[in-house]
């Protein structure tokens, strides 16, 4: 999990160099998919016997990975060609083996409909901020 939260990172600094509209769309959806993740790691930890100790260690090593994702690329603008289409890879390949075929051993279509709602939602802040901030 440190591997991808370092591209979330490398990403939403990548989005910035291109443009405020895109950095601040790919901040908002790295936020919001930051928040399930976090009670998914930490029901993982706490099933497998964990503590609170453990948790906050796992959090915080999350932190860490997304914070060296956002430095590694901010300190060179250049890295910016092949850091966004890298990170937007990770991002399709993490969707493409762990979350579609999750959804498709589930029966009935909840969890589909929660994908199809996500998509939504990035179309709608994505149009938002068109509108309200001129981005």
């Given at each position: 999990m440190a591997l991808?939260?370092?591209f979330d990172g490398v990403l939403i600094v990548a989005g910035f160099w291109?443009?405020?509209?895109?950095?601040?769309?790919?901040?908002?959806?790295?936020?919001l998919h930051k928040i399930p993740e976090g009670f998914?790691?930490?029901?993982?930890?706490?099933?497998?016997g964990?503590?609170?100790?453990?948790?906050?260690?796992?959090?915080?090593?999350i932190s860490l990975s997304t914070l060296a994702g956002v430095c590694?690329?901010?300190?060179?603008?250049?890295?910016?060609v092949a850091a966004l289409p890298f990170s937007a890879g990770v991002t399709?390949?993490?969707?493409?083996?762990?979350?579609i075929p999750e959804?498709?051993?589930?029966?009935?279509?909840?969890?589909s409909l929660g994908v199809f709602l996500g998509v939504f939602l990035f179309f709608v802040?994505?149009?938002?901020l068109h509108m309200v901030l001129g981005m």
């Open positions: 991808h939260t370092f291109i443009s405020m509209r895109l950095g601040v769309l790919l901040f908002l959806a790295v936020l998914t790691a930490a029901s993982i930890v706490r099933a497998a964990g503590g609170k100790r453990a948790m906050n260690l796992g959090a915080l090593t590694s690329i901010s300190l060179n603008r250049e890295l910016v399709v390949y993490v969707a493409a083996s762990d979350l959804v498709n051993k589930q029966p009935g279509i909840a969890i802040s994505e149009r938002l």
